[in-house]
């Protein structure tokens, strides 16, 4: 089973700045099969991106994600206030289809 | 457009089986590469994978409680249902379901979520 680890656990920015997220594995991950969900309280996750760096329809174009092997990153470039959330890092390339512990980004 | 819903008792008391249905519209489990998945998240923490059926019939279960999981899927009633056995308070969570496009391995569309509690 693939390990993701998610790192920071919180963090706190101000709308406006840089946000990145990274989601590390503990073996290696297609980068067809890296995902990263975002979620809010109370709702469902929604696709954000998928194969480590395409953005899901309708995702505005301040989501970026990169990365390869072992190592994935989530960029949010500027803040905005609806994108304080919880994001969620997923591999579908080996059953089972796990994911990351989270990473929540507050308002500081 | 694709939506999912699932339905189900709210609570179920230690040891009970719980039976979970998704019902979805928008697309067909019998067209090449679709998926639907349940996942959970207990209260407060993560996204937990449990299980995928795929359009072939095809179940991949999480190894940790593939001895309580059971999916099966009725095409024609456009259902996907999970029974998960002998239930305990730590399986208390709300349930998804989720939808994996035929061309993509990630699940793009996902149900509201049912929360269950299991308490006797």
């Known amino acids: 089973e693939i390990v993701l680890t998610q790192s920071p656990g919180t963090l706190s920015l101000s709308p406006g700045e840089r946000a990145t997220l990274s989601c590390r594995a503990s073996?290696?991950?297609?980068?067809?099969?890296l995902v990263w969900y975002q979620q809010k309280p109370g709702q469902a996750p929604r696709l954000l991106i998928y194969?480590?760096?395409s953005r899901a329809t309708g995702i505005p174009d301040r989501f970026r994600g990169s990365g390869s092997g072992t190592d994935f990153t989530l960029t949010i470039s500027r803040l905005e206030p609806e994108d304080f959330a919880v994001y969620y890092c997923?591999?579908?390339?080996?059953?089972?289809?796990?994911f990351g512990q989270g990473t929540k980004v507050e308002i500081k | 457009q694709i939506t999912l819903k699932e339905s189900g008792p709210t609570l179920v008391k230690p040891t009970q089986t719980l039976t979970l249905t998704c019902t979805f519209s928008?697309?067909?489990?019998?067209?090449?590469?679709?998926?639907v998945g349940w996942i959970r998240q207990p209260p407060g923490k993560a996204l937990e994978w449990l299980v995928l059926?795929?359009?072939?019939?095809?179940?991949r279960y999480s190894p940790s409680l593939k001895s309580r999981l059971t999916i099966t899927k009725d095409t024609s009633k456009n259902q996907v249902v999970l029974t998960m056995t002998n239930m305990d308070p730590v399986d208390t969570a709300t349930y998804y379901c989720?939808?994996?496009?035929?061309?993509?391995?990630?699940?793009?569309?996902w149900g509201q979520g049912t929360m269950v509690t299991v308490s006797s």
């Open positions: 989720a939808h994996r496009s035929w061309n993509l391995d990630a699940f793009d569309i």
């Open positions: 928008g697309f067909s489990l019998s067209t090449s590469g679709v998926g």
């Open positions: 059926i795929y359009w072939d019939d095809d179940k």
């Open positions: 073996q290696s991950v297609s980068s067809s099969y």
């Open positions: 194969g480590a760096s």
């Open positions: 997923q591999q579908c390339g080996s059953s089972p289809w796990t």
